[in-house]
């Protein structure tokens, strides 16, 4: 079970970075811009606006390029298509959800019938619930699993912020450009 957890959080985990060239609007250099770490973004998911984590500063004038990072994404990910298997393992992941509660309901209602248990039992109806995490799990594991795959063969992504409720990464291997999304 506890390596299970490991490999599972090793695979949702997510690499914050940036690995695309700005154009700094201070002194007009062009390039890589330092990343200085990440910060949360109290103003997260608000409508189609970029979120970006990664604190990245110009090489040249030390310049803030944050606004410049936020542009970027905004302008590269509309047009990248979040991958089909990311759609089914979402599908199969809201079967999942309705799936796993009707088949208790069924088995407690049968029993019911069958005399099994008392009315008492419906509290097992609250185990269904019990069941969704690994749902939850799951899908969260195998969209993650989409990151360590890259044409290149050296997968690297980078996780660059939100679009939406997208997220959006790079590969630093390749310049692949991936848009993910869970729920
Ligand atoms: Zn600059
Ligand atoms: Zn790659």
């Known amino acids: 079970m506890r390596s299970f957890l490991n490999k599972y959080n090793a695979a949702v985990r997510h690499t914050h970075g940036w690995n695309l060239e700005l154009t700094c609007p201070h002194c007009g250099h062009r390039g890589l811009p330092r990343y200085e ?14 979120t970006i984590y990664a ?3 110009c090489t040249r004038c030390n ?31 809201i079967l999942g959800l309705f799936i796993v509660p009707s088949v208790f309901a069924g088995m407690l209602f ?26 939850v799990m ?6 993650a699993l989409l990151r360590s795959r890259c044409d290149c063969g050296q997968p ?22 991936l848009r993910l999304r869970d729920l």
């Open 63 to 93: 310049g803030r390029l944050h606004d410049e990072a936020g542009r970027k994404v905004a302008e590269l990910f509309p047009e990248v298509q979040v991958p089909e298997q990311n759609a089914a393992i979402l599908k199969a992941f």
């Open 110 to 135: 049968l029993g019911v019938q069958m005399g099994w248990w008392r009315y008492s039992a419906f509290a097992i109806l609250a185990l269904s619930a019990v069941f969704i995490q690994p749902l």
């Open 55 to 57: 604190k990245v500063a």
């Open 156 to 177: 690297n992504y980078v996780f660059l912020g939100l679009l939406g409720r997208t997220s959006c990464y790079c590969c630093s291997t390749c310049g692949r450009l």
């Open 37 to 50: 770490g990440w910060m949360p973004d109290i103003a997260e998911n608000a409508g189609d606006r970029p």
């Open 138 to 143: 799951r899908m969260r594991y195998q969209i």
